[in-house]
C-alpha cells in the first residue's frame, strides 16, 4: 500500500461543505468517487486536514488516502483531475510514509478572509467575499490583532454549537489584516483553529474597525470564554484554507 | 412616461444569455420581472445595447425603458437593485429624452476577453477567463491587432449562422493585447461588432500568438470574406461587454 498526500484546491460555491453527505455534492465526496473510479470501483476512505463548511474555498486543503496502486506522483495528479470537475483540482501528489496522518500530523494551518470593502458590491465577488461597505479603520484592527496573536483559549470566539468538548487553547502565530484597493485582506496562522473560530474573529475584528469596540476589548473577550460576548458568525463566502503545513522530512 | 437609461453589470454563468426565453433564466427576462414588480404587475419593456450569449458577462450593458412614474434616479436604483438577484447589478440609472435608444444611439462599444495563460488551470477562474495553458507571443499578437483595426468587411470573423443578412462593414478603432502574470487582456473597441465577432477575433490571434499563423495573415483573411477560413468560435466566459458609449447631450 502506498500512502498518497494531495494538495486541493476548490471554489467552494457549488459545494455542501466538504464532509460526505448522503444526497448533497460535497467535496469529500467528489474526490471519493474520482478515487473509487480509478481503483475500478473499490471504495477509497480518505483523510482531510479538517473540514470546511458550505461556501468555504481552499487553495491548499489537504487529504491523504492509501492505494494498492504503484501510480508515479505525476500520473496520479494527472488521472485524479481529468475524472474531477472544473471545481476541484488536485494542485500536488506526493508519495508519504505511513506515519503522515493529513489531520494528525498538521503543524500549522492558514486562513486568508477577504472584504469587499467598497461602497456598491460587486457580481463578480459575491461567492468569493463579504461584502461591507461602511469604512474601516485597518490600523485599529492591526493593533486588535496583536492581541488575538499567542495563547489563548478561544472559547468566546468559536462556536457555541461545537460538538468537540476539548481543550479550546489554541496558539495563533500570526494575525494581520491590510487593505489594498477596495479589498480587505485577513490573514491567520496558527497551531490549529476551532470551530467558526476565523469567522468569528473577523467579525469582532469588522467591529473593531468600525469603532465599535476597541481594540483592547480582545483581552476582556478572551478572559470571559463566552460565546454569547460576540457578534455573529461572518459568512462563509469570504473565507479560504489557504495552507496547510507538516513538519516534513 | 419618463425614458429611464440603466448601466448593467451581471455575471453571464447563472443567466442563459440576455434575451428573453420561456423556462430559461435570462438576463432581459430577470430585469423585466424586477420592473414589473416596481410598476405593480404591468409589463415593461427593455431595450439593450444589444445581446450577449450564455456565459458572456457585462461590466456595463446598458438599456432602457419607459415608465409613466416620477421617481428620483437613485430611488431608482435603490428600488431596481434591491428586487434583482445578486448576479446582477445597475450601477447607474439617468432619465434621459425620448430620442435616446440604447440600441440605435450607440456610438462606440467595448469587449474585453481574458485568458488564464498558466500551465495549470485556476478553479476560480473557470467562469470568468479562458483556461489556455500554450506559451504566447504577445509581441505577434500586438502585430495583428494593428491589422484588425481600421474599417473592414468582417464577414470572416462573424458566426456564419448570423441571421443579419446586411452590411459586415464594421469599424475596429482599437485592438490591444497585454499580458499581466498569467492574466492575457484583450481590449476591443468599435462602431458595432457581428455575432460572435470578438470569440472569433480572439480565436485567430491566439493561433498568431502560437505561431500557428503569421501577423499579417489577417490581410487575407478579412479579403476573403469567408468565416470557413479561420477555426471554432472561442468559448464565451472569457468576454465581457465592458462598456456602450452614446453622443450624450
Redesign the interface.
Known amino acids: 500500500m502506498a500512502r498518497l498526500k494531495c494538495v486541493v484546491?476548490?471554489?467552494g460555491s457549488g459545494f455542501s461543505g466538504f464532509q460526505v453527505q448522503p444526497q448533497y455534492r460535497t467535496v469529500q465526496g467528489v474526490l471519493e468517487s474520482a478515487l473509487k473510479e480509478v481503483h475500478k470501483g473499490s471504495e477509497i476512505r480518505l483523510q482531510a486536514s479538517g473540514r470546511t463548511d458550505t461556501g468555504v474555498?481552499a487553495v491548499g486543503q489537504v487529504i491523504h488516502f492509501d492505494s494498492p496502486y504503484k501510480i508515479p506522483e505525476n500520473n496520479w495528479k494527472r488521472a485524479l483531475n481529468t475524472l474531477l470537475p472544473?471545481?476541484?483540482?488536485i494542485?500536488e501528489v506526493t508519495e508519504v510514509t505511513k506515519d503522515f496522518h493529513a489531520r494528525y500530523s498538521v503543524v500549522e494551518k492558514e486562513y486568508h478572509y477577504y472584504v469587499w470593502n467598497a461602497e456598491?458590491?460587486?457580481?463578480?465577488k459575491?461567492n468569493?467575499a463579504y461584502y461591507f461597505p461602511y469604512e474601516l479603520n485597518v490600523e485599529k484592527i492591526q493593533e486588535a490583532c496583536r492581541y488575538l496573536e499567542g495563547t489563548h483559549d478561544f472559547t468566546t470566539f468559536s462556536s457555541a454549537k461545537s460538538t468537540i468538548k476539548g481543550e479550546k487553547v489554541r496558539t495563533l502565530y500570526h494575525a494581520s489584516c491590510k487593505k489594498q484597493g477596495d479589498e480587505v485582506e485577513f490573514i491567520f496562522r496558527g497551531s490549529g483553529f476551532l470551530y467558526n473560530m476565523v469567522r468569528i474573529m473577523v467579525s469582532v475584528l469588522l467591529d473593531i474597525g468600525q469603532g465599535r469596540r476597541n481594540p483592547e476589548d480582545i483581552i476582556g473577550l478572551l478572559e470571559k470564554k463566552d460565546r454569547q460576548q460576540v457578534g455573529k458568525t461572518i459568512s462563509p463566502q469570504g473565507l479560504y484554507l489557504w495552507n496547510v503545513r507538516y513538519n516534513e522530512k
Open positions: 484546491k476548490y471554489d474555498h472544473d471545481d476541484i483540482y494542485q456598491e458590491p460587486d457580481v463578480f459575491r468569493y
